[in-house]
């Protein structure tokens, strides 16, 4: 009889273990090092914004990854509108925005950038939808832009590439 009693605790160990390996492995992957978060502050339109990362990729390439939180209710009806009828998401799963990652990559001296990814999740840091931005078709391509100092790829490209921060325009004297 203990035989029986020590397989059954053996199967819920087993168990047990595979739904922690399910709960672990439902969570997101990406840990950012708490030294690099920089608070952006709110934006013009009341959004919360965080750099999360920041850097030079192994091939050279300078970038920051940026955090937006829904703190403007009509801005986050806009972007839950919008997964719903472009991408038919269903009104519950595109109702659970509450933050969105962008990852913005820049030319090396600094003065343009591109989008190369942004993905938008829920509170439990679930993906809800994502878009990559990696040349590999038309709708997929980098659009690059130049970098205003006072929006949050501005403010990332000075943490990415320190000397290569944009200035503003020096104030005329009268």
């Known amino acids: 009889m203990e035989g029986v009693f020590a397989v059954k605790k053996a199967q819920k160990l087993i168990v047990w273990a595979l739904l922690m390996t399910m709960v672990c492995s439902a969570l997101p992957a990406t840990a950012w090092d ?10 013009h339109v ?7 990362d920041y ?16 703190t403007n209710e009509s801005i986050k009806q806009q972007t839950i509108e919008l997964l719903m009828s472009k ?3 269903s009104a519950e799963v595109a109702g659970s925005l509450y933050f969105t990652e962008y990852e913005f990559e820049y030319t090396k001296d600094g003065k343009q950038f591109a989008t190369t990814y942004l993905r938008h ?7 809800i939808h994502g878009t990559v931005y990696d040349d590999s078709s038309e709708a997929a391509k980098k659009i690059f832009a130049a970098v ?17 921060a944009p200035k503003p325009a020096p104030k005329k004297k009268r």
Request: charged letters at 25%; a positive charge; zero cysteines.
């Open 34 to 43: 708490p030294e690099k978060q920089k608070n952006l502050g709110q934006d």
């Open 46 to 52: 009341k959004m919360q914004w965080y750099i999360l």
């Open 55 to 70: 850097g030079t990729k192994a091939e050279g390439t300078p970038f920051a990854v940026a955090r937006k939180y829904y």
């Open 87 to 89: 991408f038919g998401y």
């Open 121 to 127: 999740y829920d509170m439990l840091g679930n993906e």
């Open 148 to 164: 205003d100092p006072n929006s949050t790829p501005g403010k990332g490209v000075g943490l990415a590439i320190p000397k290569a």
